[in-house]
C-alpha cells in the first residue's frame, strides 16, 4: 500500500515563492521517476517536472529557471520549490510516481506504475 501524502500548497502573492512535498509511504524496493503534474478546471493535466533515479530532471518550458525539482531517496520525499510564481501558475498540483518495485510475499519482484498522490491547490494571486 504505497501511498503519496502531499503538502505545501496555499496562497501566495505573485513573484513570492511555496515549496511543495511529497512522502511516499509504503514498503517497496527501489522508486524510479517520480513528477509533479498541475491541472486547471476545463484543462488537461499537464507535466511540470520529473525527477529520475538517476538524477535526471525534466520541466515544462513554462517553469524552467523558476521552479526546481528534487528527490531525497532516504526520507522517500519529492519536492517542487517554486519561486516567482505567476498567477497562470495556479492550479492544482499533484505527486506522481511513474514506476516503483517492491517484492511480494513469494519473493517475485513486482512493479507498479501511475500512482497519484491526492493533489495540492496552489493559488497565486494578489
Known amino acids: 500500500q504505497v501511498q503519496l501524502v502531499e503538502s505545501g500548497g496555499g496562497l501566495v502573492e505573485p513573484g513570492g515563492s511555496l515549496r511543495l512535498s511529497c512522502a511516499v509511504s509504503g514498503s517497496l524496493f527501489r522508486l524510479y521517476t517520480m513528477g509533479w503534474y498541475r491541472q486547471v478546471p476545463g484543462k488537461a493535466r499537464e507535466l511540470v517536472a520529473t525527477a529520475a533515479l538517476g538524477g535526471g530532471t525534466n520541466y515544462a518550458d513554462s517553469v524552467k529557471g523558476r521552479f526546481t525539482i528534487s528527490r531525497d531517496d532516504v526520507k522517500r520525499t519529492l519536492y517542487l520549490q517554486m519561486n516567482s510564481l505567476k498567477p497562470e501558475d495556479t492550479a492544482v498540483y499533484y505527486c506522481?510516481?511513474?514506476?516503483?518495485?517492491?517484492?511480494?510475499?513469494?519473493?517475485?519482484?513486482?512493479?507498479?506504475?501511475?500512482?497519484w498522490g491526492q493533489g495540492t491547490l496552489v493559488a497565486v494571486s494578489s
Open positions: 506522481k510516481i511513474e514506476k516503483f518495485t517492491y517484492y511480494d510475499l513469494e519473493g517475485v519482484l513486482r512493479t507498479i506504475v501511475d500512482v
